[in-house]
T-cell receptor, first 112, second 113 residues
Framework: QKEVEQNSGPLSVPEGAIASLNCTYS??????FFWYRQYSGKSPELIMF????GDKEDGRFTAQLNKASQYVSLLIRDSQPSDSATYLC????????????FGKGTRLSVIA | ETGVTQTPRHLVMGMTNKKSLKCEQH?????MYWYKQSAKKPLELMFV???????ENNSVPSRFSPECPNSSHLFLHLHTLQPEDSALYLC????????????FGPGTRLTVT
């Protein structure tokens, strides 16, 4: 069974610090990797995707992928209280009838 | 706004009622999805439609009946629901094989009394 594992948290970081969110996946055939942010009572919002090994930066967000270790992470620099949310990791094979497989999410709390 | 709209945003219904949830996407996608999200639980995929054909049905009870009349519209027909069906119902759309991620609508908060 394909699984995506995340620490449920909460992960608490002080304002201005780097928040590091981690995700591991079981399906070695996975090709695309996504991070979603979900505020309480709201729907998930796509914030980053990554396909290749290495780092991908977008503003304060950096996604890191290591396919050999089946590990993907999200770094949030200069964390703000508005970053407090649940972050969902999702992966897909990109082929056939294989929609996204979501993790349970990590709750991040940025303390002012 | 993600380009995916859902109506109604909130719905309270009795166990004997029949209601429908509507989803519309304006992104030119060819796949649409229904998810259920209960309190403190992960997203549960319910149905997947690709090019208006249902390609996945994750053992969802028959009291939930999806309909996809075209690539822009998706419905979830509800009848004789149970209180445990109370949840946030999310619609999403994507390009099915291109792996660019799914875009979610705002959801319908459903309460079954």
């Amino acid at each position: 069974q394909k699984e995506v594992e995340q620490n449920s948290g909460p992960l608490s970081v002080p304002e201005g610090a780097i928040a590091s969110l981690n995700c591991t996946y079981s399906d070695r055939g996975s090709q695309s990797f996504f991070w979603y942010r979900q505020y309480s009572g709201k729907s998930p919002e796509l914030i980053m995707f990554i396909y290749s090994n290495g780092d991908k930066e977008d503003g304060r967000f950096t996604a890191q992928l290591n396919k050999a270790s089946q590990y993907v992470s999200l770094l949030i620099r200069d964390s703000q209280p508005s970053d407090s949310a649940t972050y969902l990791c999702a992966v897909t094979r990109n082929s056939g009838n294989t929609p996204l497989v979501f993790g349970k999410g990590t709750r991040l709390s940025v303390i002012a | 706004e993600t380009g995916v709209t859902q109506t109604p945003r909130h719905l309270v219904m009795g166990m004997t009622n029949k209601k429908s949830l509507k989803c519309e996407q304006h992104l030119g996608h060819n796949a649409m999805y229904w998810y259920k999200q209960s309190a403190k639980k992960p997203l549960e995929l319910m149905f997947v439609y690709s090019l208006e054909e249902r390609v996945e049905n994750n053992s969802v009870p028959s009291r939930f009946s999806p309909e996809c009349p075209n690539s822009s519209h998706l419905f979830l027909h509800l009848h004789t629901l149970q209180p445990e069906d109370s949840a946030l119902y999310l619609c999403a759309s994507s390009h099915f094989h291109e792996g660019r991620g799914q875009y979610f609508g705002p959801g319908t908060r459903l309460t079954v009394t």
